[in-house]
């Protein structure tokens, strides 16, 4: 989940890798480029304590570029981070009792899902809230 800063506009970018393909640091690094450069403006990015999130790529990019602004959750607190909430509503609100064919389907499910909540800024800002987490 994105905010941008001053205007709290609310977004919603995701990227699924190749099947059975984990993110490593350079895969975050380059997904946080990626989103600031779609966005056009500086970011502040909250995500948890998860180490690829900290490993070197990350932090070189984020000496680099200081129009992206990291806010870190504390550990272990899935209920604040909104990016869970995301999961949570399309996991077991839109998906609930889904069963696909195959993979293939599931991964074209699950983006056009993903696809739908990131054009929703009402919803993204209604699951941040879920969070308890202010913008001040």
Partial sequence: MTIRRYSFRFG???HLLADNANFKSRSVATFVRNV????HAPITVIWDECRIHWAWPVKKL???DPSIEVEALPPYAPEL???DYVWSYVKYGRL????P?????LRKTVTAELSLVAKQPKLL??????TGLTLD
């Fill in 125 to 130: 800002r209604s699951l941040f809230s879920g």
């Fill in 36 to 39: 600031e450069k779609q966005l």
């Fill in 12 to 14: 919603f970018q995701f």
């Fill in 101 to 105: 064919f195959d993979l293939a389907e």
């Fill in 81 to 83: 981070n909104p990016v």
């Fill in 96 to 99: 609930a009792n889904y069963c």
């Fill in 62 to 64: 984020l000496e680099e």
